[in-house]
């Protein structure tokens, strides 16, 4: 059974970090790029941050760049996005995806509030 479970949401201050995790299970995840999403209420689903399979190149929209940074442990089958400097505009449910295959996570709610 494919899952992929994120986790490390939570409510956290301006200016604060999260770390979240994407753990992979059900299909030989070492194999494909990874990529984070996030989703505001009322605003469409827009890509944050995307992570070869072999972890050597990322990229990052405009809107995270310099603050977020995505990585991957392939032996531990899990991706991160360590996110710094948080805004409240960075409020949204987080989702792990796998592009190639189709696969989602059921997504974590990160707020940023003071």
């Known amino acids: 059974q494919v899952q992929l479970v994120e986790s490390g949401g939570g409510l956290v201050q301006p200016g604060g970090s999260l770390r979240l995790s994407c753990a992979a299970s059900?299909?030989?995840?070492s194999n494909w790029a990874v990529r984070w999403y996030r989703q505001a209420p009322g605003k469409e689903r827009e890509?944050?941050?995307?992570?070869?399979?072999?972890?050597?190149?990322?990229a990052y929209a405009d809107s995270v760049k310099g603050r977020f940074t995505i990585s991957r442990d392939n032996a531990k089958n899990t991706v991160y996005l360590q996110m710094n400097s948080l805004k409240p505009e960075d409020t949204a449910v987080y989702y792990c995806?796998?592009?190639?295959?189709?696969?989602w996570g059921q997504g974590t709610q990160v707020t940023v509030s003071s």
């Open positions: 995806n796998c592009p190639a295959r189709g696969y």
């Open positions: 059900g299909f030989t995840f």
């Open positions: 890509s944050v941050a995307t992570i070869t399979s072999s972890g050597i190149s990322a």
